[in-house]
């Protein structure tokens, strides 16, 4: 069992910066890589960022990319996204992720994912 606890979310103006945290616990050992999806109003979720447990690996959607920070603490067991310039289309409610692994399926899809947190709301005001 692996709990993801996510925070940081909240209100900031267009081109501002934010940092959401995601804090694992439990069998943490079992993870392969962790995940940070957004889900706006209507939207499907999407991919935002990923990173291997090692914290060696970093990807990110297009859209976020030289904008967007995903890193990880060790000693904590803590996943961050730092989220700078912030737009508009960036407001949707956030989540981390946790694979465990497999045969190594596509960081970039929902369904590799086996625990998510709770979400967190993002807001960002133009």
């Known amino acids: 069992q692996v709990q993801l606890v996510e925070s940081g979310g909240g209100l900031v103006q267009a081109g501002g910066s934010l940092r959401l945290s995601c804090a694992a616990s439990g069998r943490t050992f079992t993870i392969y890589r962790m995940g940070w999806f957004r889900q706006a109003p209507g939207k499907e979720r999407e991919f935002v960022a990923a990173i291997s447990w090692s914290g060696g690996n970093m990807h990110y959607a297009y859209s976020v990319a030289g904008r967007f920070t995903i890193s990880r603490t060790n000693a904590k067991n803590t996943v961050y996204l730092e989220m700078n310039g912030l737009k508009a289309e960036d407001t949707a409610v956030y989540y981390c992720?946790?694979?465990?692994?497999?045969?190594?399926?596509?960081?970039?899809?929902?369904?590799?994912?086996?625990?998510w947190g709770q979400g967190t709301q993002v807001t960002v005001s133009s």
């Open positions: 992720a946790a694979d465990l692994g497999d045969s190594g399926g596509n960081y970039y899809l929902e369904y590799e994912y086996d625990y």
